[in-house]
């Protein structure tokens, strides 16, 4: 019999491949389906981005600033019913001081919600 466990890390992996993936190619729209309709995104600015559309441009405005090769790299995932709990850390790179490419990193939290079709999408989303 395969560890539960097993089966929610593999599904958050594929969630984070897939953002991943949609984001460096600089598809805010693809990523922004990767949410729920109602997701709330809490970025380390204090913004709060709710809502697809809210979400896509949010991304959108990262992506035309110059944010690529983001990558999310899983700590650990554990599910409750209808709900995962995912932490990571994540890295980019993006502009820095003088036009100068920096890397960024920092720790992510990710609350998903299962999909009537077995998919999960996030439905929280934060990073520092």
């Known amino acids: 019999m395969s560890d539960p466990s097993d089966d929610i890390r593999g599904a958050v ?6 953002w991943n993936s949609a984001f460096n190619r600089g598809d805010a729209a693809a990523v922004a389906t990767l949410y729920t309709d109602n ?8 913004a709060v981005v709710k809502g697809t559309d809210a979400i896509r441009d949010f991304w959108q405005g990262l992506i035309t ?3 690529k090769e983001h ?6 995932a554990e599910a409750d019913g209808g709900l995962a709990f995912a932490s990571g850390k994540w890295s980019a790179n993006g502009p820095g001081d003088a036009g ?7 720790t992510v939290v990710t609350i998903l919600r299962r999909q009537g079709d077995a998919s ?9």
């Open 13 to 18: 992996r594929r969630a984070n491949d897939a």
């Open 39 to 46: 997701a709330t995104v809490l970025p380390p600015t204090h």
């Open 65 to 67: 600033a110059g944010f």
């Open 71 to 76: 990558d999310i790299e899983m700590i650990d």
């Open 100 to 106: 100068k490419v920096q890397r960024f990193e920092g």
């Open 120 to 128: 999960w999408k996030a439905c929280l989303h934060t990073w520092n």
